[in-house]
């Protein structure tokens, strides 16, 4: 299975429940800091890199883990691969894609749009990590929900 | 058999303009704006959400697509060309998506003012048109030329 985790710009959230998945961050806390700018991609990468996917490792079953941004067009973008998807033929390897975006909070948001669209790393990268340490039991079920049952992340044309 | 993908975003008419051509290279502007209206109209219109649908056959083992959706052209294709590798591993089928970006404006606004299916408004487009089909043409010969 391909498994993909969709954000706004695939550099913050995305990123942080691919890893909490692949098991790089802990479940048991939510990250200090410099773990979180120690992941790659995190907080790195501009408006060129959307819509690549970016590896993130591979989970317990040996799937490989990406992390995607797709900007406000998350939906149109999980649409347009499903149709493709309908032309693969059903031999091919299942595709999850998980949103991430209902779980960006106000403080990831300001914070992402100062580090990364301003360019003001030492200001904004502060406030991303404080909105992503916020939402992160919410990321943590997301990805434990996506654990348990995988099926309603599958793309199925 | 090898799947062109011709992509417009907002309303499938620009991706359907190239499809057309692309089956029928010898057509002249007006000719291709009476097929796409024809298709239209036996399809039921213009589509405003994402949408994948068949073309037809573009002749030398190549099947012809029409899609279109709100998201920007390059982000489609990032996406999936990303995906297609991941995916082409050992697939017999290849894909290649053209983008077709003659409009200037949002699809929906095209579509309320009808200017898209103009034959003025065609003739303007109609470099772009032959470009992206160029285009097409050149990635299958590629790609023919990378399997041979």
């Known amino acids: ?157 | 058999m090898l799947k062109i993908i011709y992509y417009s975003r907002g309303t499938l008419i620009p991706a359907l303009f190239c499809a057309e051509k692309h089956c029928r290279p010898a057509s002249t502007p007006e000719q291709t704006l009476r097929r796409v209206q024809q298709w239209l109209a036996d399809h039921g219109g213009d589509v405003g959400s994402a949408a994948l649908l068949p073309y037809g056959n573009g002749g030398e083992g190549v099947s012809l697509y029409v899609m279109t959706a709100s998201a920007p052209p390059g982000l489609v294709e990032r996406t999936l060309s990303n995906l297609f590798r991941l995916l082409g591993r050992g697939d017999a089928d290849p894909f290649i998506l053209v983008s077709s970006l003659p409009l200037s404006r949002s699809g929906s606004a095209a579509r309320q003012t009808g200017l898209v299916l103009s034959p003025k408004k065609l003739r303007a487009l109609w470099p772009e048109i032959e470009a992206a089909v160029q285009q097409a043409r050149l990635q299958i010969a590629l790609l023919e030329k990378l399997n041979s």
């Open chain 1, 1 to 157: 299975m391909i498994i993909i985790f969709q954000c706004y710009g695939g550099t913050h959230t995305s990123i942080v429940a691919a890893s909490l998945y692949t098991g790089r961050l802990s479940a048991c806390s939510p990250p200090r800091a410099e773990e979180l700018i120690a992941l790659p991609y995190y907080d790195r990468m501009d408006g060129a890199e959307m819509g690549k996917l970016h590896f993130i490792g591979t989970d317990r079953r040996g799937n490989n883990v990406f992390a995607l941004g797709s900007g406000r067009w998350g939906k149109e973008i999980r649409q347009v691969l499903t149709s493709i998807l309908a032309l693969t033929g059903e031999n091919r390897e299942p595709v999850a894609v998980i949103d991430c975006l209902p779980y960006i909070n106000t403080l990831t948001r300001l914070g992402g749009y100062i580090s990364r669209r301003l360019g003001l790393t030492s200001i904004g990268r502060p406030l991303v990590n404080r909105g992503i340490r916020g939402s992160y039991r919410s990321l943590l079920r997301l990805v434990q929900s996506f654990e348990q049952n995988p099926e309603p992340y599958l793309l199925r044309p």
